[in-house]
């Protein structure tokens, strides 16, 4: 979802895809008496980063990345917040009509619960990216800890679903990046991605709207965000269908961002 990288909004844990929260009650006796303890909704109390994983492949450039490894006039289509049962496929279908290849950026349960999917974005040719576990847009005002489980936590879970395939990128939800995060990511070997032209499919608009939206912020960059989860995308697909022959039309090839 944008927020930083161009106008967004921040669509995290209140009202957004996947809320985590739990509640631990320790009971203490203490002079007769009992106190409780009640840790944070987020679980802060893990203190994941210090048993984090060991990196899965070779550190990359820790700093967030919109260009394109395609050479001259080109564009990197980004994809958020699924995989989606409904959507993906149908996202996938109109990329492949148009010989167009993707970045997908995926929240870690939807790809755990959805690894056929996952497969079938890498069978064609898609790559994978992180997306955390909750997209807590406000992650970047939680502890070193919490970020870290939310990173790698995503990163294994997408990995597993993949049965093989790496995760090549990071996308804080809402552009909710740190130094720590962005670094994090690049040591486990996922570059941090950003965003130019934000398509604002999440929004009420049309087609249309979708249509001129991106075609309006082209001239901000090469990557280009869209959706496949979070909601309704039957705007989405359509858009793509509409506008990727556009860009082709346009003389726009399509890369990956650059690693």
Sequence with gaps: MARRFGTGRRFGIEGGIIGVTTAAVASL????AFAFLQPSAEADTINHAKQAQPPRTAPVDPSIVHASDRPGRSLNI?????????????VLAALKENGVKA????????AA???????????????????????????????????S??????????EDA?????????????GAFTPYSRKLAADHGMRPLGWNVDSKDFEGGSVAQIESTVRGELR???TVLFHDGGGNRARTVEALKRLLPW?????????FPQR
């Excluded at 980004?78 to 149908?90: E, H, Q, R, S, Y």
């Excluded at 970045?103 to 939807?110: D, E, L, V």
């Excluded at 860009?247 to 890369?255: L, P, R, S």
């Design 220 to 222: 901000n960059g090469p």
């Design 162 to 174: 993949a049965g093989g395939a790496k995760v090549e990128y990071y996308r804080a939800p809402g």
């Design 103 to 110: 970045t997908f950026c995926m929240i870690g349960p939807q």
């Design 247 to 255: 860009m082709k039309q346009q003389g726009y090839g399509f890369g």
């Design 149 to 158: 489980r939310q990173i790698l936590d995503a990163q294994k879970m997408i």
């Design 113 to 147: 619960a959805h690894p056929d999917l996952v497969k079938k974005v890498v069978a064609d040719g898609h790559r994978l990216c992180d997306h955390t576990v909750s997209h807590n847009t406000a992650m970047d005002h939680r502890s070193e800890d919490y970020q």
């Design 29 to 32: 006796a203490v002079a007769g």
């Design 78 to 90: 980004t994809i958020d917040d699924g995989p989606d049962p409904v959507w993906t496929p149908k």
